[in-house]
């Protein structure tokens, strides 16, 4: 897929349990943003965001699930045609990385066999909340071949490298 300003187009999606930081995450790696609140959007929203590989020009599309993540209503039209995941929990509640599973079913049901997932533990900057060890998510990310690692969108950590682990993955996969 090409356009006037890029060579590449990929559709990505945001997944994960409400409040654990997917929409702060693209607002850091989209705008270099990040909001202490945060209003539950309506409706599905995506942003772009331009990335050099080599000589080419990347566009990805990062889909955001703006609050319906709650009533499990995100299905097919969210996933179609989308070539990676990247699939949230929050590091300070045990039960958003218990319900990681409950997605990579939904990513099978609903998504592309291909699709490239990275799981990330964010909020790493609430050290002393910390209710999933790094080496949890680092175990889990082995068994289900994902690729895994923590960010801060408030700090700025690693947000830049999970978009871009996951766009250079798609990249070649589809060149
Ligand atoms: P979403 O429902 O998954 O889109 O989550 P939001 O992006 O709306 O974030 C939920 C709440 O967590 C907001 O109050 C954010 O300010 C906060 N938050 C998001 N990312 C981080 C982070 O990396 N560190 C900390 N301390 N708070 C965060
Ligand atoms: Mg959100």
Redesign the pocket.
Known sequence: MADEECDYLFKTVLI??????????LSRFAKDE?????K?TIGVEFAYRNTKLGDKIIKAQIW??A?Q?RFRAITNSYYRGALGAML?Y?ITRNETFEHVRKWLQELREFGDPDMVVVLVG?????VDLREVEVEDGQKLAEVEKLCFLE?????NVNVEDAFLQMITKIYKIAS
Do not use: C, I
């Not at 994960?16 to 995450?25: P, R, W």
């Not at 960010?151 to 700090?155: G, P, R």
């Open positions: 994960g349990d409400s409040a654990v930081g997917k929409s702060n995450l990040f909001y202490l609140d945060t539950p955001d699930t609050g993540e949230v929050d964010n909020k790493s900057d609430l960010t801060s969108a408030k700090e």
